[in-house]
């Protein structure tokens, strides 16, 4: 569909905190206006409306049916994703979608094909797609300074303290679970960065005594003997709270600390031929930073060092590849610390929809597509199902789940 004169109107659905954040994260998109607010709470809708000089509404049905109204926002409850989205589609809407896209694969499946034959453009808010981080690290394997992934590992200790026993989030039937809920993230982040879904996957849950499922873990194997493991725990106060994404390349490995990647360092050997490719990284840093709607805040730095002869010159050997690489190289990036995760989430959403909009006006695929919101709904199913029936799911689609350029 085509903006209006003024250009895009965006209608949100579902007015609480994450709701408002998006439109805050949004609205100075140029050509971009927010037309409507709705919510089940009338006087939530109301308040938010207010705000953006827009209009309250009750349903995602309400809204899509406004002329004006271009894009769809959904920020509701992960269980009403799926039909919300059906809806937004099939009035001819783009959608902006809250992850997961859907509790089952079924109605992930629904939603991807009915992306299909809609006119509108739909984007899973996959944030990980659109942080710089994630962005270099593919453009370093693009330009081989970094061999193919053989191993993604993310260790989540995540706060509990504002999720009070009654909260949805531990209520599957709301929530489809952590896999499900929060880990689609992170199933996503490693098929981005591996280029393609797992063959299988093998989980574990745990169950606070007398309550609900609060640590999962999962294990996922990708075409070519790569591997993921996906850990997640909601029972840490709120300042013990801590991530970390480690990334094995071989004979590199990255290291990302926060659920918001803003602080990395990567440690490669290489020869001198790399060395000298490495040293030129922090003169591109912004070149390599970049990620289209995202706007750097200043500080964004990269530094490296390489210490020369700093392991043998004979030639090392490891899952039978071979090579001299006498130089270690030592690289960090950094966004600006944890002081930062508010500007990169922000910035990142408001670079998803970016996307969107760029593909509505021109046409492709967005980076964060149905396709990528099914596979990733589909690993976290497949952890679920693991999980309880204390088997390894085979995963029957495989096809790559695309990557960001």
């Not at 509790?103 to 899973?124: C, K």
């Not at 591997?227 to 997640?232: D, F, G, N, P, Q």
């Not at 990036?333 to 909009?357: C, F, I, N, Q, W």
Request: charged share 20%.
């Amino acid at each position: 569909m085509s903006p209006g004169p003024a250009g895009h109107g965006v209608a949100l659905v579902g007015c609480g905190a994450f709701g408002s954040f998006v439109l805050d994260a949004i609205r100075d998109i140029p050509a971009l206006r927010v037309i409507a607010c709705a919510d089940a709470d009338r006087g939530r809708a109301e308040e938010l409306a207010a705000r953006h000089g827009a209009t309250a509404h009750a349903r995602v049905e309400d809204v899509a049916a406004l002329p004006d109204v271009d894009v769809v926002v959904l920020a509701t409850p992960p269980a009403a994703h799926a039909d919300g989205a059906v809806a937004a589609l099939r009035a001819g809407k783009h959608v902006f979608c809250e992850k997961p896209m859907a509790l089952t694969v079924e109605d992930a499946a629904r939603v991807e094909a009915v992306s299909r034959r809609s006119p509108g453009v739909f984007v899973v808010d996959h944030v990980l797609r659109y942080n710089p981080l994630l962005r270099l690290l593919q453009r370093l394997g693009q330009e081989q300074l970094l061999d193919p992934l053989r191993r993604f590992a993310f260790e989540n200790d995540a706060s509990d303290e504002d999720l009070g026993p009654d909260h949805w989030f531990w209520d599957p039937a709301h929530s489809g679970g952590i896999h499900v809920e929060h880990g689609v993230h992170f199933f996503d982040a490693a098929n981005a960065l591996m280029g393609s879904g797992p063959l299988q996957v093998q989980g574990t849950e745990v169950r606070r005594q007398d309550g609900p499922v609060d640590i999962v873990v999962a294990t996922a194997v990708h075409p070519g003997g790569a591997v993921a493991t996906h850990s997640h725990s909601f029972t840490h106060a709120h300042r013990a709270e801590r991530q970390l994404m480690r990334l094995d390349y071989g004979f590199a490995e990255a290291r990302l600390t926060g659920w918001i990647p803003t602080y990395a360092t990567l440690t490669a050997w290489t020869d001198e031929a790399g060395a000298a490719r490495w040293e030129a990284l922090p003169a591109r840093a912004a070149e390599l930073l970049t990620v289209p709607g995202l706007r750097p805040h200043g500080e964004e730095h990269v530094t490296v060092t390489v210490a020369r002869e700093a392991g043998s010159s004979r030639p090392a050997r490891g899952r039978g590849i071979t090579r001299s690489v006498p130089h270690r190289v030592d690289c960090v990036v950094d966004l600006g610390g944890e002081d930062r995760k508010p500007h990169v989430y922000a910035e990142s959403v408001r670079a998803a929809m970016t996307d969107l909009l760029h593909c509505a006006a021109h046409g492709g695929t967005p980076q964060a597509d149905a396709r990528a919101g099914l596979t990733a709904v589909a690993v976290a199913r497949a952890a679920t199902t693991s999980a309880q029936s204390g088997r390894i799911v085979a995963l029957a689609d495989t096809a790559p789940a695309g990557g960001a350029g």
